[in-house]
């Protein structure tokens, strides 16, 4: 079965740091497009980054420059570094499958950042 | 591209048919529009891609029709469990986009 759990949310401080971890089994994470897309509380989806299969990489203006989506083959495990965190990325972070044509195939549970002083 | 769903809001009744839009500020490349169902305290759930094809395990009730900047998922009859909202999100163009939401709610 295809499955993605993600790990690694908290409370954190402006401008500090997180490591979210997405962790994956039924499938390899280094032959798959893969995405973190976030929804802030009560709003809807929004696309953070994209990994494809080829090491390419894409962000959204809203996070490109602090956030950086990585892989680890040994773990199949998906990861998204936050740096400079604002209050405007509290939300909850989802990992998911990207098919090659673009859309979301599986869904992690999803994990809860929230920035705040 | 911008997706603007309405109703925002849809109260309805078991039995009933629902009809939910999504329109794109411009035409969507290739019909590269899909459907999700999300339920309170759970992640979003695939539910329809390339505009009208349903994904594995999605009920027959569930259909998206649609084409260039026009589209809509139609749920037949519907059961409780598809009271939820509804997310449309165009992946013809890059940066790929989700509608705003529908609300789907027993009347």
């Known amino acids: 079965e295809v499955q993605l759990v993600e790990s690694g949310g908290g409370l954190i401080q402006p401008g500090g740091s997180l490591r979210l971890s997405c962790a994956a089994s039924?499938?390899?994470?280094?032959?798959?497009?893969m995405s973190w897309v976030r929804q802030a509380p009560g709003k809807g989806l929004e696309w953070v980054s994209i990994?494809?299969?080829?090491?390419?990489?894409y962000y959204a203006d809203s996070v490109k420059g602090r956030f950086t989506i990585s892989r680890d083959n040994s773990k199949n495990t998906l990861y998204l570094q936050m740096n400079s965190l604002r209050a405007e990325d509290t939300a909850v972070y989802y990992c998911?499958?990207?098919?090659?044509?673009?859309?979301?195939?599986?869904w992690g549970q999803g994990t809860l950042v929230t920035v705040s002083s | 591209i911008v997706l603007t769903q309405f109703p925002g809001t849809l109260s309805l009744s078991p039995g009933e048919r629902a009809t939910l839009s999504c329109r794109a500020s411009?035409?969507?490349?290739?019909?590269?529009l899909a459907w999700y169902q999300q339920k309170p305290g759970q992640a979003p759930r695939l539910l329809i891609y390339?505009?009208?094809s349903r994904a594995t395990g999605i009920p027959d009730r569930f259909s998206g029709s649609g084409s260039g900047t026009d589209f809509t998922l139609t749920i037949s009859r519907l059961e409780p469990e598809d009271f939820a909202v509804y997310y449309c999100?165009?992946?013809?163009?890059?940066?790929?986009?989700f509608g705003q939401g529908t609300k789907l709610e027993i009347k």
């Open positions: 999100q165009q992946y013809g163009n890059s940066p790929y986009t």
């Open positions: 039924g499938f390899s994470v280094i032959n798959n497009y």
């Open positions: 990994t494809y299969s080829d090491g390419n990489t």
């Open positions: 390339g505009a009208s």
């Open positions: 998911a499958t990207l098919e090659w044509s673009g859309y979301y195939k599986v």
């Open positions: 411009q035409s969507v490349s290739s019909s590269y």
